[in-house]
């Protein structure tokens, strides 16, 4: 049974269509990280599942619960926010309490002066401080409690914004680029510890960004979307590997995948190269397709006779690998190959090479960009099927 | 700064600056000069700052016995609180709401706002006092606050400064489960302390010097506010007694006085932050 389900949400600004039906399922525990270029509509969705904007139409379900007309402040459900927005008059420990005072106290027990009279406040409010100071203790921010965020660094704000999130046990968590605000080391370091916030917690948590990397390192499942709709959602592993869409091909992958414009051959194959792919569906000779191909399958032969000719342009050491941008004699596309410091040394701007191309490590989309499940074909078959 | 040389420039700007100064301040310490003088320094036909004959004394004496000092002070500050709570507790929400909310009616809102900014209160003075008669409540406290517990300055000022106010905190607050009132309360109202001391001196000062409402109002003089005893007190009481007058207007002045020197870092603070101009 899923934790949380969305179910067809749209919506709309004025004409400006902004989600076209985001359909989605996070499982209990489950880790999805919500990735897409900026204005792809994802901060959006997150603000609709938090109540904070209504969605023109959809589901959304915790547990078996239909949230959709339950106002935000009653739907449990904690976010985090890219600039934290954390109540600057309020001191660390007096943030992360907000929460719990607005949950746990009854609204005559908030009241100031009458508050303190009320049955019971006392017990409540103690109770209240020792769950803070668990949680900043469990934060390691026990020291900055009595600090306002104005007298707090970046790093220290997002902690307190996590522990205001997570101090009253949600039944979903959010993050919206919580790690944007941050400068890249302790971004790096940021990321294994809301790893690891989130398995303690146990909650469902959808993490809004638009860093690939951190999506990939982070999540369970990875939900990539462009443009108002959700084009793929499994695991890092397949969004990379296997990309169902051109469109989650060229967001996922750094550097870039290489995409070249090719059409189905008389005999219903595509060829690039001398590699001939079959698709699984037949194909119309002449259907324009498009082929791509990650940068680590593009091998680089030296003096060799195989692979297609090519020209070194621009060659960028990155340290723990080499970046090489080649120009295709026949077609004059450029290609972006990813090699290992050991196999592209000597390699200089101006040299011939010749470019092989991994055949299982192809992918063919249609011209809608929906990927076309494809196979190599042997030579001899390549060559029987030509014939034939 | 302190390592500034004193160069021509630097003179000639301040001495520019003292000059308007002064210039500001001559009426006050005219008034402060002829509070001290007696009847016949003032009608002498030398000018001179300094009093030949001290008379401070017998002049505030004058001042607070002849006219019920208290009274007016303590109507004067009645009528200024009253308005100024009303004002920030109608301003507030509403302002709030037309920032920060989205409905239908927020344009119409906006250009009735605009709307009531540029109609002066003498343009409604006559149909409020009519309305105010008909209902028998001229002479009270009433009549003096009502027309003005609804300030659309006071929306506008708190509207410009609102706005300024990111939507992350108030989409926090509500994640955390306070209803649009406790936003008001717990969030808006905490941070907009420079907004609402900036709006208390534009408030209080206009209240407090205002003649022309209370002399349509009133004609009660329990209910008289510092202004418009002072003119009882000039046309009944004090005749051509300029001493004993000018001894009272520095007795109702005073606390405005004082309040602003004291609070002076606040309110200027206040007025920057909102971006307002006094």
């Known amino acids: 049974m899923s934790a949380l389900s969305l179910r067809g949400i749209h919506k709309s600004f004025s004409a400006n269509q902004i989600l076209k039906g985001v359909s989605l399922d996070a499982g209990e525990n489950e880790f999805i990280a919500l990735v897409g270029p900026s204005g792809c509509g994802k901060s959006t969705l997150l603000r609709i599942l938090a109540g904070l904007e209504s969605a023109d139409g959809g589901e959304i379900v915790v547990g078996d619960r239909d949230l959709s007309p339950v ?17 600057p008059h309020l001191t660390a420990a007096q943030n992360i309490a907000v929460p719990l005072v607005m949950r746990n106290l009854t609204r005559l027990q908030r009241l100031p002066l009458v508050g303190p009279l009320m049955p019971g406040q006392r017990k409540a409010i103690a109770n209240i401080k020792r769950e803070v100071r668990d949680m900043a203790a469990s934060l390691k921010i026990d020291h900055l409690i009595d600090r306002k965020p104005g007298q707090m660094s970046g790093g220290q704000r997002q902690r307190v914004a996590l522990g205001r999130a997570m101090v009253r046990r949600p039944a979903v968590f959010l993050m919206d680029e919580p790690l944007s605000n941050l400068d890249a080391n302790l971004r790096v370091h940021a990321r294994g510890e809301i790893v690891e916030l989130h398995r303690r917690a146990g909650v469902p948590t959808i993490y809004v960004t638009h860093d690939q990397a951190e999506a990939l390192s982070m999540a369970d499942r990875v939900a990539v979307m462009i443009g108002g709709s959700l084009l793929q959602l499994a695991s890092p592993q397949v969004i990379y590997d296997d990309p169902q869409h051109v469109e989650v091909a060229k967001f996922i ?31 119309t000779p002449g259907t324009p397709v498009t082929i791509g191909i990650r940068p680590e399958f593009v091998a680089v032969n030296r003096n060799g006779q195989h692979g297609l000719p090519a020209r070194i342009d621009r060659v960028e050491f990155l340290g723990s690998e080499i970046i090489l941008y080649c120009r295709l004699d026949a077609i004059g596309e450029t290609v972006i190959a990813k090699l290992s410091p050991a196999e592209g040394t000597g390699l200089a701007v101006g040299m011939s090479v010749r470019l092989e191309f991994a055949p299982d490590r192809l992918f063919v989309f249609a011209e809608n960009g929906r990927r076309l499940p494809s196979f190599p074909m042997s030579a001899d078959v390549a060559l029987e099927t030509a014939n034939g | ?21 002064l210039i500001f301040l001559a009426p006050y310490i005219f008034m402060i000069s002829t509070a001290g003088k007696a009847q016949s320094d003032i009608f002498s036909s030398s000018l001179s700052l300094i009093p030949q004959h001290w008379s401070y004394i017998a002049n505030f004496t004058k001042a607070l016995t002849r006219v019920s000092m208290t009274t007016l002070l303590w109507n004067g500050v009645v009528v200024c609180a009253l308005i100024f709570v009303f004002q920030v507790m109608i301003a507030i929400p509403c302002a709030y709401a037309m920032a920060k909310l989205k409905f239908r009616a ?12 540029l109609v002066p209160i003498h343009a409604t003075a006559l149909p409020l006092y009519v309305a105010f008669d008909r209902m028998a409540v001229l002479n009270s406290y009433f009549a003096l606050v009502a027309p003005f517990t609804i300030s659309v300055f006071g929306i506008f000022l708190f509207l410009q400064f609102f706005r300024a106010i990111p939507d992350d905190l108030i989409h926090a607050a509500r994640l955390d489960g306070m209803s649009e009132l406790g936003i008001i309360g717990r969030v808006i109202v905490p941070n907009a302390w420079p907004a609402i001391t900036a709006f208390a001196i534009f408030s209080v000062v206009a209240h407090w010097n205002d003649l022309y409402w209370p002399l349509i109002v009133i004609s009660n003089q329990t209910y008289a506010t510092p202004p418009l005893g002072l003119l009882y007190f000039r046309a009944a009481e004090a005749g051509d007694d300029y001493g004993a007058l000018m001894a009272a207007t520095l007795i109702i002045t005073f606390p405005l006085v004082a309040a602003f020197l004291l609070a002076q870092k606040r309110f200027v603070e206040g007025i920057t932050m909102t971006g307002l101009k006094g």
């Open chain 1, 253 to 283: 992958g750094q550097p870039r995948i290489n995409l070249f414009a090719s059409q189905a051959a008389p005999d219903g194959t595509v060829a690039f190269g001398d590699i001939r792919l079959r698709s699984a569906e037949k194909l």
């Open chain 2, 1 to 21: 700064m302190s390592a500034q040389t004193f160069t021509l420039g630097r003179a000639i700007r301040l001495f520019l600056l003292s000059f308007g100064a």
């Open chain 2, 106 to 117: 927020a344009r119409l809102m906006m250009v009735l706002v605009m709307l009531g900014l």
């Open chain 1, 71 to 87: 106002p935000a402040a009653d739907r449990n459900i904690a976010m985090v926010f890219q600039s934290y927005a954390l109540y």
